[in-house]
C-alpha cells in the first residue's frame, strides 16, 4: 500500500502559470522526495528535502515540508510545456521509497 | 551512457510462463532496488539489495518472484508462472550510501510487462 497521497491528482494550467502540488503521509520520515515521470518513462529525480528541513530551492522548483502536518508542497514556478508530466512524493524511512498516487500536470500552450 | 538501464524494455508473455529481467545499476552504486507501477499509480517497492545481499523484501513479492544480485553488479527479477495480475511496469533503481540524510534513487526505464 502507498504512504502518500497527493492533491490534486490532476492540474492543467496555461504555460507561464506556476503550479503547486501538495503531498501528505502517515510516518516518520528521513527525507521526502519529488520525482518527475514522464508518460510510460523512468523516474527523473527533482529534489531531496530532509526531515530537519522545513524549505529548498532548486532552479524553478521549491519544495516544503512541514514534518507537524507530515505534508509537502512542490511548486514549479513560470511552467513551460515540457513540465508537462506526472508528479510524484516520495518518502524515505530507511531505504526504500514510499510513493504516492502522483498529479498529472498538464501545461497548455 | 551511465545510466541505470534495464532489459528488455517490452516484453508479452502467455499467462502460465516465466519471465526474467536484468537491471544494471551505475557502476559505482551499491545499493539496487526494484519497484513495480501499474497504470495510475506510484511504484511500489519490491526488494533491494546492498552488494549481492537481498536485505528486505515486501509483501508484494510473492514465491512466483525471485530476485538476485549475484556478484553485486547486475540484478535479475524473475516472475514464474506469470497471472495477468503482475502486468506492470518493473522499475530497477540504484543509489549510492551516504553516510547521513537520506539518498537519492536513480531510475532506469522500465520493463512493461505484459501477460495475456
Redesign the interface.
Known amino acids: 500500500s502507498q504512504q502518500g497521497e497527493e492533491d490534486p491528482q490532476a492540474l492543467s494550467i496555461q504555460e507561464g502559470e506556476n503550479a503547486t502540488m501538495n503531498c501528505s503521509y502517515k510516518t516518520s520520515i528521513n527525507n521526502l522526495q519529488w520525482y518527475r515521470q514522464n508518460s510510460g518513462r523512468g523516474l527523473v529525480h527533482l529534489i531531496l528535502i530532509r526531515s530537519n528541513e522545513r524549505e529548498k530551492h532548486s532552479g524553478r522548483l521549491r519544495v516544503t515540508l512541514d514534518t507537524s502536518k507530515k505534508s509537502s508542497s512542490l511548486l514549479i514556478t513560470a511552467s513551460r510545456a515540457a513540465d508537462t508530466a506526472s508528479y510524484f512524493c516520495a518518502t524515505q524511512g530507511a531505504q526504500k521509497l514510499v510513493f504516492g498516487q502522483g498529479t498529472r500536470l498538464t501545461i497548455n500552450p | 551512457d551511465t545510466g ?1 538501464s534495464q532489459d528488455p524494455r517490452h516484453k508479452i508473455t502467455k499467462r502460465g510462463q516465466n519471465v526474467t529481467f536484468r537491471c544494471d545499476p551505475i557502476s559505482e552504486h551499491n ?1 539496487l ?1 526494484w ?1 513495480r507501477q501499474t497504470l ?6 519490491l526488494t ?1 539489495f546492498q552488494n549481492e545481499a537481498q ?2 523484501k ?1 509483501r508484494l513479492l510473492s514465491d512466483r518472484f525471485s530476485a538476485e544480485r549475484p556478484k553485486g553488479s547486475f540484478s535479475t527479477l524473475e516472475i514464474q508462472r506469470t497471472e495477468q495480475g503482475d502486468s506492470a ?1 518493473y ?1 530497477c ?1 540504484s543509489s549510492l550510501i551516504r553516510t547521513s ?10 520493463t ?1 510487462l505484459t501477460v495475456l
Open positions: 541505470v545499493r532496488y519497484y495510475g499509480q506510484g511504484p511500489e517497492f533491494y536485505l528486505e515486501s511496469m522499475l533503481a540524510g537520506g539518498n537519492e534513487q536513480f531510475f532506469g526505464p522500465g512493461r
